[in-house]
């Protein structure tokens, strides 16, 4: 079945880099997701990549995806005590189903 | 105002209440999803409209009843919940058709709890 699998907890210092790292099952997936969400609100789209590329940067981020393993991740450099949040990874398996991971909640030391 | 916009933000009921989430979106998008998402589960799909239709219920339970008179509101109404129906209710929208799977742009959400 579908499902997308993500680490529950990471911690890093600040200014450190931070990976984030997610699998998933469906090969069809066309698009993958990042997904930020802070105490209190909803889910902000970070960044996605198209199946066909391998990596995406954006300023800080950079989406790296392996199509053969199925694994996605997010790396965010110089990670700020703002960037502490829930980030979820989601794939979109077609027309309106977006599968979700359960979460990783990033913790930034000061 | 821009994006997708739910009230209340915050929402507390008795179980013999009757009540309703809403949700509006300025993106002009014409697809809007509801969403449960409990603490320590993932995020469950409840329902999905496109262009006001209903393309998907996810074996939900007929307490909760969705309306959609538009493309750009989205309700959720709430009749005699269960004290495991509190969680946070987020609302979504994308813009479905060509290109294909375009992302969900979501609200702040509801903190339902039930009493």
């Known amino acids: 079945g579908e499902d997308v699998e993500q680490s529950l907890f990471l911690s890093v210092r600040e200014g450190d880099s931070s990976v984030i790292n997610c699998t998933y099952t469906?090969?069809?997936?066309?698009?993958l997701y990042w997904y930020k969400q802070e105490p209190g609100a909803g889910l902000q789209l970070l960044t996605y990549i198209f199946s066909n590329m391998d990596m995406k940067q954006d300023q800080r981020l950079t989406v790296l995806l392996n199509k053969k393993d199925k694994h996605l991740s997010l790396r965010i450099a110089d990670t700020q005590t703002g960037d502490s949040a829930i980030y979820f990874c989601a794939e979109n398996t077609g027309g309106f189903k977006t599968i979700f991971g359960a979460g990783t909640r990033l913790f930034v030391k000061a | 105002e821009t994006g997708v916009t739910q009230t209340p933000r915050h929402l507390v009921m008795g179980m013999t209440n009757k009540k309703s989430l809403k949700c509006e979106q300025h993106l002009g998008h014409n697809a809007m999803y509801w969403y449960k998402q409990s603490a320590k589960k993932p995020l469950e799909l409840m329902f999905v409209y496109n262009f006001k239709e209903q393309t998907e219920n996810n074996s939900v339970p007929s307490r909760f009843s969705p309306e959609c008179p538009n493309s750009s509101h989205l309700f959720l109404h709430l009749h005699t919940l269960q004290p495991e129906d509190s969680a946070l209710y987020l609302c979504?929208?994308?813009?479905?058709?060509?290109?294909?799977?375009?992302?969900?742009?979501f609200g702040d959400g509801t903190r339902l709890s039930i009493l």
């Open positions: 979504a929208s994308s813009q479905e058709g060509t290109p294909r799977d375009q992302p969900q742009h």
């Open positions: 469906d090969s069809s997936s066309t698009y």
